[in-house]
Each structure stands twice: as C-alpha cells, then as structure tokens.
C-alpha cells in the first residue's frame, strides 16, 4: 500500500487495511482460549472459568495480576513483531517493494494482536469472530479506537470511555452495534481512522528509509519497531486498565446494550 493510496482517503483506506489485517493467519485471539493461558499461572481453575464467563475482573481477579499478564502479552508481542521487522529489513533496498507493504501488514496485525488480548483482560467482550471471515461495522469500529489510543489520539480515548461505559451497564456480551455505528460515537470513529490513516503513511516511510541499505537496515528497523509498537501497546493497556470495565461492581445481566 503505498502513501499516495493512505493519503487520499486515508479514513477508507486504513479500514481497509484493517478488515485485511485481521484476515492474516493468527491475528484473531480466542477469547477463552487466552484468558485460560493468559491467567494460568496466577489463577485457580474456577477463577479462570469465571472470567471467561463473566470478566476478570467479575472474577474478582486483582488488578495487580492483570497488570503481570498484560506486561507479559506486551513484552511477548512486542518481541515478535520486532524480530519479523529486523528480518524485513535484511535484503535491502532492491527488495523494499515486497519487504515494507510485508512489513507492515505483520505489523499492524500483531497491533490487532495485542489489543484484543488487552481488551479481553480488562473486560472486553469477543472481538473477532473466529466463525467469520468479516468484520461487522461495531467490531471495526472498536478496533480502530483502540488503534486510536495506541497512537495517542485524545478523542479516541474518550470514545473507548463511552463504549466502556455502556458495556459496563450490564454483561454484554456482543459490543453496542448502535453507539459505535449510529450514535456520537461513529463520527469519532471516522475522525480517528483519518487520522491513523495518515500516522500510518509516516510510519510507512520511515521503514522504507530504514530498510534501505542490507543488514544494517535490519538493526534499524527492528529498533523502529521497537521504539514504537512498546509505548503505543503501554498506552493501550493503562488507558484501557482505567476504564469502568475493570472494576468488580455488579451488573444486571443483559444480551446487549443499546
């Protein structure tokens, strides 16, 4: 994808990359099949089936043991994605039309990658649908807020709020459908793909520039990935970690919010 396409309609186009990221072999995290792994060494067995369930924190797990599982998710995907970016930047610049748009790609899926296991530790329900090749309209719409909050967007962080909020009225277990593709929420939504849009196109440039010259570009641009994937999965978990979801108050049971 190059940055002529990111900048002509750059709230279109990163919706597009988003519905084929999660189309990427291992993207999609199952839900229960995380929370399980994710919570197994700090939780008994009930705890953990109640949290898949419910929520962790309905579960009553601590925030201290969600904080220790989310450090771990974040360290381990933040190695792996800077590993793949260093061994895109190894064949240089005669390779730079296949390495960068590749780079990318895995990039912005270990992105995805990480929100939803972040998402489903601090309460969130199922984002991707494993029995379905496409995303619905609410469930692209929450994955570019939280994108949105990895990239420092004030406004996007007040979005998660308000679908936090309405999530946290009952024990939802679908995502409100018409906050995110109706209400006050859906031209946040378009505001903030605009905007990654663009931070995205930058992002695109400086891995071409540090692919350019072999081996060296490795190093440079495993380093990039590093230096920016860490902080925007940090802000994402103390951001997501503040919301009303994390806290253990009981709620009225409920198919779905309106």
Known sequence: MSAKELTESPD???????AGAAKLPGVRI????????????FCSADDI?????????????AADILDR????????????VSALSAAAGIPGLLFLPATVPADMAQYF??????????AYLYGWPDLLDDDSDELDDATKGVLTLFVGVMFGTQSANAAVGKVAAELS?????????????QGVVYPIVRKVAAYVGVEMTKQTF?????????LVGAVVSGGLTLATFLPMANRLK?????????????RVIDGDVV
């Open 69 to 80: 599982a989310a450090n771990e998710s974040i360290r381990y995907e933040t190695a792996k």
């Open 49 to 61: 089936q109640r949290a898949i369930d419910e929520t962790p924190a309905a579960a009553g797990i």
């Open 109 to 118: 899926g270990h992105m995805l990658r990480i929100a939803q296991k972040l």
């Open 206 to 214: 400086a891995k071409t520039v540090s692919k350019a010259i072999p």
């Open 169 to 181: 009225k009952t024990m939802a277990r679908r995502l409100p459908q018409k906050a995110l593709t």
């Open 12 to 18: 279109s186009t990163f919706t597009a990359l988003l």
């Open 238 to 250: 103390k951001h997501l970690a503040s919301l009303s979801l994390t806290k253990p108050d009981p």
């Open 30 to 41: 199952n839900r229960t099949e995380y929370l399980r792994s994710a919570l197994s060494r």
